[in-house]
């Protein structure tokens, strides 16, 4: 199993967007400027700021000065196909004075590309490892990220449930983890 100094060296660092009010791109690392220019599409400018980011970008300007304000979007940039191009993931929070009550004056847009997650062959799984129905319809689900809440939701049973079937999975992989079991079925 990978720890977890492991884990985050294989992370890439992040894009970095720094945009002022008026939605002029101010600041851009290495990174946000590969990304933008797979998000552009053949029309835009190349100094053109994606219009799903400047809008990302307002919606954080007009929310405060609340430094805890956390401001998800995750965008399949328009026009585009999945094939063509895979998802990237936006966090953009308000940059202004703190303590301040005056309104942000710029925004930091962290821009990240989406990893495909690999299905698992749940039928194999099944099989070698002996799991039911049910657990396979858990795994299957732990698989694609989902937390214990949203695969309660979706297989309409309890979130205690829902760790039952997660411990009783990981005992029958001999898995220690949520992560080390997808790992062992990849």
Known sequence: MNSLSNIVRQRSAPGVLVVDAAGRMLFANERALDLL????????????????????????LRGGNDATNLWPLDMTCP??????????????????????????????????????????DLEKARITFQLSKREADVLNLVGLGSTNKKIAEVLCISEHTVKDHIKSIMKKLGAGSRGEVVATLR
């Open 79 to 120: 026009g585009l196909s999945p094939e063509v191009l895979p998802a990237c993931s936006l966090r953009a929070l308000p940059l202004g004075t703190p303590g301040s009550s005056e309104p942000p004056t710029h925004v930091m847009v962290l821009m990240e590309r989406i990893v495909e997650k690999h299905l698992i």
């Open 37 to 60: 220019a797979t998000l552009r599409g053949p029309e835009d400018g190349t100094e053109a700021l994606p219009e799903s980011i400047r809008d990302l970008c307002l919606q954080v």
